[in-house]
């Protein structure tokens, strides 16, 4: 099975800080890249997708693609203490959806 | 969005018996799946529940512990057979809907004793 990999941190920033969460795939076939967000206790969340290089941006979110370097981050500008949450960085291959292990997050007020 | 159900939410059962989890969603969508979160880990997909036809298992998964159902385009279930502590996890089922948007269900929190 291809991999999915991401810091598992945890990631400490400040309130305000921007927050950058990095994520390598291996399948240099994949065309799907995708950002969720699961709060503990919770089932994970959808906050963005994107399939072409380059940079997309959604409110306060950022997804950025390199498929040359098999490469997807997320960055979270103006950080708050509720978006500390474990990110997953998801690839699709078929039809199914590989998540790779999660980045926990802890914003600090 | 896409509203979701599962139940039971949790359970505890005992080591050798089986437990039916179902998934409820609230339109009809063509792909269902079936993950397991085992605890401070991420998701591990069991299988791709297919309406009318047998579910299509991931490597490590098979039929026999985890059978699958999928009657219609709205409902699924999941039987997680003979358990073993082992099998202790967060269940989740899931929808894709469109192209690429896949939403989880609340989970099933099981406890294997």
């Known amino acids: 099975q291809k991999e999915v990999e991401q810091n598992s941190g945890p990631l400490s920033v400040p309130e305000g800080a921007i927050a950058s969460l990095n994520c390598t795939y291996s399948?240099?076939?994949?065309?799907?890249f995708f950002w969720y967000r699961q709060y503990s206790g919770k089932s994970p969340e959808l906050i963005m997708f994107i399939y072409s290089n380059g940079d997309k941006e959604d409110g306060r979110f950022t997804a950025q693609l390199n498929k040359a370097s098999q490469y997807v981050s997320l960055l979270i500008r103006d950080s708050q203490p509720s978006d500390s949450a474990t990110y997953l960085c998801?690839?699709?291959?078929?039809?199914?959806?590989?998540f790779g292990p999660g980045t926990r997050l802890s914003v600090l007020p | 969005s896409a509203v979701i159900s599962q139940k039971p939410s949790r359970d505890i059962c005992q080591r050798g018996t089986s437990l039916t989890i179902q998934c409820q969603v609230d339109s009809q969508v063509t792909m269902m799946f079936w993950y397991r979160q085992q605890p401070g880990q991420s998701l591990t997909l069991i299988a791709t529940a297919n309406q009318g036809s047998e579910a299509t298992y991931e490597s490590g998964f098979v039929i026999d512990k985890f059978p699958i159902s999928r009657p219609n385009l709205t409902f699924s279930t999941l039987t997680v057979s003979n358990m073993s502590p082992e099998d202790s996890s967060i269940y989740l089922c899931s929808e894709v809907r469109g192209t690429d948007t896949q939403y989880f269900g609340p989970g099933t929190r099981l406890t294997v004793l």
């Open positions: 998801a690839v699709r291959e078929g039809q199914n959806f590989v």
């Open positions: 399948d240099r076939g994949s065309q799907s």
